[in-house]
């Protein structure tokens, strides 16, 4: 018995005296570098054995950082993931899952789309935050062309839309809606159009694709008479990344779908008075939205003490303590289901409608997010670009699709 | 030992290029033998889990409609890019050569585009071709013709790509051409103009005939440059890169997404070595058939 405190004891003052170094790597956006810098510097004040390096690295070279890294054994023991790409990390061995009581806490105490972390019966990472889309407009805009309340439904959507659009000849010089088949657009059809219009976008173990249906059909091609019926907008009206939210914030468009997570560069950029909505519905339909989040994650190179240090930086940063601070600092929506029932977050005219998205909000199964994502924003394009008939485009998108699934699960 | 003065510069000499070539050998020959190797498996992290496929991934390569239409587009940005490059660079090459001004000055207006970040031509560029603002569309207005989509057309994208590569890439080519153009001696056309040849003869038989080295070089880099195209392309249609509709997808665009968005490592390495290969098969065949040897 002595013996055994000894020993205890022992590894302990060793442990006390070596302290653990661990790596956690993200890609660089400036809040999100100093919120992280300052909960590392909260965790290590708690934990003075373990030391945390913070690294960042620019979006387009993240993935590829991190995927020539770890083969070669030098990345990061703590990584920060789009929850997207999860399946393909895991595949490829990038990450390794989470103790069992993980996956509990998950079930327990976060929003439900975070079960999107889960891969083959396994959790694989965890967020601090998550994000939902919603319906920013212009209100001055709208208080000129005498709008006097965001648009409810689908149809006082696009009655405001036409409205709102300005043309010149062929050109236009004002739209009423940022149509972004490659920004969020590709969601709204896949997650929250279909579903509103009754359809399903995937079977319930998201291995089947099933939007070619009726109801699918008929979302797909409400969506894309948007610009070819209604007119109220047009793909790349302001060129550049994202120009649908660079031209909502120049004021030359009325009203886009974004996510939560472009607030912040909104309310930097907008010279006008800011309003966001809840997503137009069916007033008899069913509620529907697209949620996202990226995930912290373990990779294979945390072993041993590492490991330890690892999950316990985890469990810190996904701590109650940690979101509100990044809801504060990043503007991002805590992922506990707990945070987000606070009323004075609800009541919040920007934040509020994203809050009472995330109850009824859904993460898409992907399990190849590059791919399946220009499977969408193609069978949009080839509508809006080369005129094929809806239901032809949505019948290749989900053929491809479908393939792209099977290849995964290997059949 | 004694060594003889040659025999100490030849020792030394090859001292300094082992040097070099143990670099070149270790980070480009040794690495393309790897992607050989990769491509024979299914990528993991750990080697001891990649899965042997042998030759699969070569397969799918056959079936796989976006590998096909990168090929394609690949192919066709240099057939049109490098000719177009050669010929304006030459044009205005001769041009330059004539001016008797401000020489120096056109010739860095035409070389400054060489030096300007990828990134910002290719935001200056999408803004100029913006179907609703842009200054080509409002220029096309004025002369009564109807606003075009470029970048945002399937069809029309491609060509519209290949046409800022070849602004950009014009005052090196330019440069190229004034440089072959000095070094052909002035008595040949003195000699021939003696002989009564003018203009388009003088042009035709010594002009043209004496730069064909540079002509060879600029075709053969030239084609690689197109061949490897990518920064361009990703950066003019950043969110939907390779798109409309992959109208703009290029062989190097597809290996950097399958290996580094999709981690699917094993297959980007069969395509690498594929356009390896192209690029090989091609350099070979126009070294063969464009080298004159020119006797004087």
Do not use: C
């Amino acid at each position: 018995m002595r013996g055994i405190s000894v020993m205890i004891l022992m590894t302990l003052s060793f442990a006390l005296a070596q302290p653990i170094t661990i790596t956690y790597w993200q890609y660089e956006f400036r809040s999100k570098v100093e919120a992280i810098d300052e909960l590392i510097r909260r965790f290590q004040e708690q934990n003075p054995g373990i030391r945390v390096v913070h690294q960042t690295f620019p979006y387009d070279a993240f993935q590829q950082k991190v995927a020539t890294s770890i083969p070669a054994g030098q990345g990061p023991d703590v990584v920060n993931l789009y929850y997207g790409w999860t399946p393909t990390w895991v595949r490829a061995g990038y990450l390794v899952p989470l103790p069992e009581e993980w996956a509990r806490r998950v079930e327990r105490e976060f929003v439900p789309m975070v079960r999107a972390a889960i891969v083959e019966g396994q959790l694989f990472g965890v967020p601090t935050a998550v994000r939902s889309l919603a319906l920013f407009y212009n209100q001055d805009l709208f208080r000129r062309n005498g709008i006097a309340t965001p648009p409810r439904t689908w149809e006082e959507f696009l009655a405001v839309g036409s409205r709102l659009t300005l043309r010149q000849g062929n050109r236009f010089t004002q739209i009423g809606y940022g149509v972004a088949p490659d920004g969020q657009d590709h969601h709204l059809v896949r997650e929250v159009l279909v579903r509103q219009f009754g359809g399903q976008p995937y079977s319930e173990d998201g291995r089947r694709v099933l939007y070619n249906s009726p109801a699918g059909l008929q979302a797909f091609s409400f969506y894309t008479d948007w610009v070819r019926r209604h007119a109220i907008g047009v793909p790349g009206f302001f060129p550049g990344n994202n120009g649908y939210r660079d031209g909502f914030i120049a004021g030359r468009i009325g009203m886009i779908i974004d996510g939560s997570f472009a607030i912040g560069t909104i309310r930097q950029g907008a010279r006008f008075n800011l309003g966001v909505a809840e997503l137009p519905r069916d007033p008899n339909g069913p509620r529907a939205n697209f949620g996202s989040f990226w995930l912290h994650g373990l990779t294979p190179l945390a072993t041993g003490p590492k490991r330890e240090a690892a999950l316990r930086f985890l469990e810190f940063i996904t701590s109650e303590e940690a979101q509100r601070y990044w809801l504060e600092k990043v503007g991002e929506l805590p992922a506990s289901r707990r945070l987000i029932q606070d009323p004075a977050l609800l009541r919040d005219p920007i934040y509020g409608p994203f809050i009472a998205s995330l109850a009824y909000a859904t993460a898409t199964p992907f399990v190849d997010e590059t791919a399946q994502r220009r499977v969408m924003v193609d069978a949009i394009n080839r509508v809006l670009l080369q005129n094929v008939d809806p239901a032809q485009s949505l019948r290749l998108a989900a053929e491809e699709e479908q393939r792209i699934l099977d290849r995964f699960w290997g059949r | 030992m004694q060594l003889s003065l040659r025999g100490r510069e030849v020792l030394w000499a090859s001292i300094f290029l082992a040097i070099p070539l143990a670099f070149f050998l270790y980070f480009r020959i040794l690495p393309a033998f790897q992607a050989l190797y990769l491509s024979l498996y299914d990528w993991h992290v750990d080697p001891s889990q990649r899965r042997f496929v042998g030759l699969e991934h070569y397969e799918r390569l056959w079936e796989d409609p976006l590998m096909r239409r990168a090929l394609s587009n690949t192919l066709l940005y240099s057939l049109l890019g490098v000719p177009l490059q050669i010929a304006l660079g030459l044009v205005l090459a001769l041009l330059l050569q004539r001016v008797p001004v401000a020489r120096d000055f056109f010739r860095a207006v035409y070389f400054a585009p060489y030096v300007t970040p990828v990134v910002a031509v290719a935001w200056v560029w999408s803004w100029m071709l913006s179907p609703h603002f842009g200054l080509v569309n409002e220029l096309l207005v004025f002369l009564g013709i109807p606003p075009q989509p470029f970048l945002q057309s399937p069809s029309q994208a491609l060509p519209t790509v290949t046409w800022v590569v070849v602004w950009q890439n014009l005052g090196f080519q330019v440069v190229l051409f004034l440089a072959g153009l000095q070094s052909i001696p002035r008595q040949y056309y003195e000699a021939a103009r003696i002989d009564g040849a003018e203009g388009w003869r003088l042009f035709r038989h010594i002009t043209w005939p004496l730069l064909n080295p540079v002509l060879v070089f600029s075709v053969v880099i030239g084609t690689i440059g197109y061949l490897q195209l990518f920064t361009q392309v990703v950066n003019l249609n950043f969110t939907d890169q390779g798109g409309p509709l992959n109208s703009t997808l290029t062989l190097a665009l597809y290996i950097y997404q399958t290996a580094f968005l999709r981690f699917d490592l094993g297959y980007a390495a069969a395509i690498t070595v594929v356009l390896f290969v192209l690029i090989l098969a091609i350099t070979l065949f126009q070294l063969k058939f464009l080298t004159r040897r020119i006797e004087v």
